[in-house]
């Protein structure tokens, strides 16, 4: 994936989580990988809340939909609508296949809406599909 901006994942599930690191390291992937455990956490990140933040901002989010405190939806609404924000890339990665949650996804201008594999093994594909595009792909620079 093109420069060194990092990529965030915002998830609240370990799991997925780990599944999604081991695949960059096993494709051999150098990302910098900044995680949160819900919407506000990934606000806090992106608008410079957090400590020790290098204030570089990500070319592309890894969004899961439900999650507690604020959820995918209400955290799309929020980066949709702020100037600075709304031109980074957002993928969903949720394990919902309802149509309204995909339908709705979209219009809220996500780049693209990907269902959880059930085996761990698959993250490695997705990581690998999202390599292939974001590299062909000329993404925002946001500073």
């Known amino acids: 994936m093109r420069n060194g901006s990092p990529l965030l994942i915002v998830e609240d599930n370990e799991t ?3 599944c999604l690191k081991q ?3 096993k494709t051999g992937i150098g990302k910098t990988i900044i ?3 819900n919407g506000e956490e990934a606000l806090a990140y992106l608008k410079g809340d957090l400590a020790g933040q290098d204030g570089r901002i990500p070319n592309l989010i890894l969004l ?6 604020m959820n995918g939806f209400e955290f799309l609404k929020v980066i949709k609508s702020d100037a600075r924000l709304k031109a980074i890339p957002v993928v969903i990665l949720t394990s919902s296949t309802s149509s309204v949650d995909m339908n709705d996804s979209y219009c809220n201008s996500v780049a693209g809406y990907i269902e959880k594999p059930m085996d761990p ?3 490695l594909n997705i990581v690998r599909v999202l390599d292939q595009y974001w590299s062909l792909s000329y993404l925002p620079t946001i500073n």
């Open 16 to 18: 997925d989580v780990m």
């Open 23 to 25: 695949a960059f390291e």
């Open 35 to 37: 995680t949160a455990s």
């Open 64 to 69: 899961d939909l439900n999650m507690p405190v």
């Open 121 to 123: 093994e698959e993250y």
